[in-house]
């Protein structure tokens, strides 16, 4: 039978340990209490943050206005993608839904799952909210990490050691997650494939399952389709998270 403390100790076997230069996956940015600095980002434009090679995209929606606080959606790209091809794929819902598109592309090819989240992903990703929070304005209680196959592992290990950070943590099509520590209870949303042929159905049912059974309030929402985005599920998961 689940019970809270067995999946908690479940959770707790993933643990991965801290790194010896500090990386513990905590994130130390948060949204500033003072006027957003310039250059702001554009209304309805991409802006590259300048931060490295393989760089952030924030997309502001066209009735971005820098003073005016925003929710903020982090967005995770799967296997070989990068932000700003992410950040092109959520403009038009941000533009309907009035948010900002914050989309890192990690260190490689991929999220550095097997060490999340204390790894260099983590610190990059801490760089770009820095960036956003100094030339925005965020709704602070309206945060949310948002991570597709490979980046839906990251975001769970990330978004549950920074639980006190992000509101809404949510995982499509994930494989798996690790959790060095959880602080905070983020609402999860969770999506899986029943035909998807990559990451099994399975693993998405229990992924819901531990993470329900361990407290968290878990939306699980299951689909008709194979390793992919629906439009019903970015609707439902963007929805729970505005809403």
């Not at 003072?34 to 250059?39: D, L």
């Not at 609402?187 to 494939?193: E, L, P, Q, T």
Request: charge should be neutral; glycine fraction near 8%.
């Amino acid at each position: 039978m689940l019970t809270r403390r067995s999946c908690l100790a479940a959770l707790a076997v993933l643990t991965v340990p801290a790194r010896a230069d500090g990386t513990d996956g905590r994130l130390k940015a948060r949204p500033s209490l003072s006027p957003p600095q310039p250059p702001a980002p554009r209304a309805g434009d991409f802006t590259p943050l300048g931060l490295d090679e393989r760089d952030a995209t924030l997309y502001a929606p066209k009735s971005f206005v820098p003073q005016t606080a925003l929710p903020l959606l982090v967005i995770l790209h799967g296997s070989g993608g990068n932000g700003h091809e992410t950040a092109a794929a959520l403009a038009s819902e941000a533009d309907k839904r009035n948010l900002l598109v914050l989309a890192p592309s990690s260190r490689r090819s991929t999220w550095d799952v097997h060490h999340a989240p204390a790894c260099d992903d983590t610190l990059f990703i801490d760089r770009a909210l820095a960036w956003t929070f100094g030339r925005t304005t965020i709704d602070a209680k309206r945060i949310a990490l948002m991570g597709l196959s490979d980046g839906a592992a990251f975001a769970l290990s990330l978004g549950l050691a920074n639980g006190d950070f992000f509101s809404d943590v949510q995982s499509l099509s994930a494989s798996t997650f690790h959790v060095p520590l959880t602080i905070g209870k983020p609402r999860i949303f969770v999506s899986h494939g029943r035909r998807d042929h990559t990451i099994p159905f399975a693993t998405g049912q229990r992924i819901a399952g531990t993470l329900s059974a361990a407290g968290y309030d878990v939306m699980f929402r299951p689909f008709d389709g194979g390793h992919e985005l629906t439009k019903d599920c970015l609707d439902a998961a963007l929805d729970r998270f505005l809403g």
